[in-house]
């Protein structure tokens, strides 16, 4: 059995011996800010594709810069820990990667520095669409607004909100949870954002809807403009409406397409994974894996290969 590295600050460093300080700002505080990235193993050209790395380093350093980090490493410094911890796990299979920016030391809360980057990796088996169906229910938890803990970072404390509303859901038998704006507006899931098809139109909330500019997001909203020929309506969805659509899915670096059947009890369409998040699904899966050539630059080879 190998030993499983994690990069800390780019030293590869056995998984058992990575550790932070007890004291430090990201601990007490919250002082963190973290990606949840895919890497998906082609068996036929013997490569690992990672999905949109650099999107993910982008949305990593706007947060840093929002939350006043004295450090913002540049794309490239990241780009390179985030390989090189993989290769050094010499991963053949799918993965995820959990890149995280935070604040170290033995500082109080208005520390900015020294901030430390850390990537971990894990093998992850790949889902079916019926591992990915999903009952849901409205968590009576409001997402987080921007003007006090902007949705649009992805700090580790914000995940507090997506853990309230997770675990209610949860404790009441649900899969997941879906959360409504201060205003009572859909906004995105625990850590998903959400699609809907009404009367055949797809929509989404918009990114002022307390969402995360999630990458799977835009990848969907290009996906259904190029090969359905129409583009998906970004608009303020009501709560009543989602009970009421013909499909619902989240998606998300984790969640990838996930049909949604179920909203507090009530049936969405048929009650089964719809036509519509298959089709998506089927885009997606090829696009992500590379045996679907299109759109090589949001795939980056890991072992060295041309994207494809
Ligand atoms: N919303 C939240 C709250 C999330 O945590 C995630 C996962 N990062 C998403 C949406 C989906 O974002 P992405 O497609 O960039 O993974």
Known sequence: ???????????????????????????RFGAHLFEGIRGYWNSE???????????????????????????????????????????ANEHDTDIGIRLSAYVVGRGFIDAAGPISIMCATDATPA????????????????????HAM????????NYQNSRLGLMQARAAGYDEAIFLTPDGKVAEGAGACVFMIRNGV????????GILESVTRDTVMQLFAERA??????????????YLAEELFFCGSTYEVSPIVAVDGIAI?????????A???????????GTDSSHPAWRTPVYGHQPV
């Open 279 to 289: 089709e998506v699904w089927a885009w997606y899966e090829g696009i992500i894996r």
């Open 45 to 87: 050209l013997g490569e690992l594709f990672v999905f949109r790395l650099d999107e993910h380093l982008e949305r990593l350093r706007q947060g840093m810069k929002v939350m006043r980090y004295e450090r913002i490493p540049a794309v490239d410094e990241l780009r390179t820990q985030v390989l090189d911890v993989i290769r």
């Open 229 to 242: 020929g129409h583009a998906v309506v970004e608009r303020t969805i009501d709560r009543s409406e989602i």
């Open 1 to 27: 059995m190998p030993s499983t590295y994690v990069s800390m600050d780019g030293a590869l460093v056995a998984e058992s011996d990575a550790t932070i300080h007890v004291s430090s700002p990201a601990l």
């Open 269 to 277: 369409g048929t009650g089964e994974p719809g036509p519509v998040a």
């Open 150 to 157: 902007p949705a649009r970072l992805k700090c580790a404390a």
């Open 202 to 209: 797809p929509s989404t909330p918009p990114t002022s809807a």
């Open 127 to 146: 889902r079916t669409v019926a591992d990915r169906t999903t009952t849901t229910m409205v968590t009576s938890w409001q997402r987080i607004s921007d």
